[in-house]
């Protein structure tokens, strides 16, 4: 078998003397869209920005591609191929969209997606009809369509994408959920993390359910679907 384009073992991070998470292990393989589900507070976020590097005081081993990237700061680890689209957007304001698609942009790479921006506004024709648009004067579905492709300019091969689905109109998380199941036709790999179980069933293959910082549940999300306990004790479904 292929090793998995990520695998994290026993991950633990803190927020000052706080311990966060605990023994966090997950794979993602090759092509293939995982989701990483849980409560508010549970640790989904926090494990994201552990696997980028940006939390000062981690432990565990990260695997990317077969690299141990562990102790890697995070512009390297994002050179290597990893994108990263954060919960909270962080669009740049004063830039147009082909501004801010430009501050991302990465050369191509061997076995991963190649993306412009023509490619891009077919998969968002919203953005299409806006290139010179500033950050700032977009809808909050807009800017998220704006982080995910900043981040696809880089041409990843696997992104780790924070709550798409939060906070948007329900047709932006249509177009979220469409987006997803190209970025896999396309082969990349996906972390996703999701609260919204009706999303996650729609584009995942397997899933993990975090509590407390605690994996809880790893298995598909057909099994995920059929286990009211779990569904009930972690997700409130």
Not at 85 to 112: C, H, I, K, W, Y
Request: hydrophobic share 40%; aromatic share 6%.
């Amino acid at each position: 078998m292929n090793a998995p384009m990520l695998k994290v073992e026993r991950l633990n991070a803190y927020y000052g003397r706080a311990h966060i998470l605990f023994d966090v292990s997950l794979e993602v393989g090759r092509g293939e869209v995982v989701a990483l589900m849980g409560r508010n507070g549970a640790g989904k976020s926090t494990t994201m920005k552990s696997i980028m590097g940006l939390l000062p005081r981690r432990e565990g081993t990260v695997h990317f591609n077969s690299a141990d990237i562990s102790a890697l700061p995070p512009h390297r680890i994002a050179r290597m191929g990893l994108g990263y689209v954060p919960e909270n957007r962080r669009v740049f304001a004063g830039l147009t969209v082909m501004e801010n698609l430009d501050t991302g942009r990465q050369p191509s790479r061997a076995g991963a997606p190649s993306w412009t921006p023509e490619k891009l506004f077919k998969l968002f024709p919203n953005l299409g009809e806006m290139p010179k648009r500033r950050g700032d004067q977009m809808s909050g579905g807009e800017q998220q369509m704006l982080t995910v492709s900043r981040t696809l300019m880089g041409n990843p091969y696997l992104v780790l994408l924070d709550e798409p689905s939060e906070g948007v109109a329900p047709v932006v998380v249509e177009q979220m959920a469409n987006m997803i199941l190209e970025l896999k036709r396309e082969g990349l790999s996906i972390l996703l993390s999701e609260q919204n179980v009706h999303f996650a069933e729609l584009v995942s293959d397997r899933a993990y359910v975090l509590e407390k910082g605690q994996i809880r549940f790893s298995g598909t999300m057909r099994e995920l679907a059929q286990d009211d306990v779990v569904r009930r004790a972690h997700l409130g479904v």
